[in-house]
């Protein structure tokens, strides 16, 4: 089964931070590029970060630089969000994505994913 699930969304206090899971299933993840992207309530679908498949080539919106960072460990089956320095504007269902074999190495719309988990809920409240 070709799956990707989200993980590690919840509560959390202004300033605080977390650390979210994107587990792979079904595929080699060494071949593909992943991305996250939240999507608030009322608001589109927002890309936060990508990452290559070889780990060597990340990027960030400003919205989010220097507080966000995407990892991964493709033996563990496995891509990391750390989130720190949360904001109120940061609640929002989380989604991991993988991207097209063959696209760009660190792909920064929709439309260059193939394959989405469900989500995971973050809301920063305090």
């Known amino acids: 089964q070709l799956q990707l699930v989200e993980s590690g969304g919840g509560l959390v206090q202004p300033g605080g931070s977390l650390r979210l899971s994107c587990a792979a299933s079904g595929f080699i993840l060494d071949y593909y590029g992943i991305g996250w992207f939240r999507q608030a309530p009322g608001k589109e679908r927002e890309w936060i970060s990508c990452?290559?498949?070889?780990?060597?080539?990340?990027n960030y919106p400003d919205s989010v630089k220097g507080r966000f960072t995407i990892s991964r460990d493709n033996a563990m089956h496995t891509v990391y969000l750390e989130m720190n320095s949360l904001k109120p504007e940061a609640t929002a269902v989380y989604y991991c994505a993988r991207r097209r074999i063959g696209w760009s190495p660190c792909a920064t719309r929709e439309n260059e994913y193939d394959t989405w988990g469900q989500g995971t809920q973050v809301t920063v409240s305090s």
């Open positions: 990452i290559s498949s070889r780990g060597d080539l990340t």
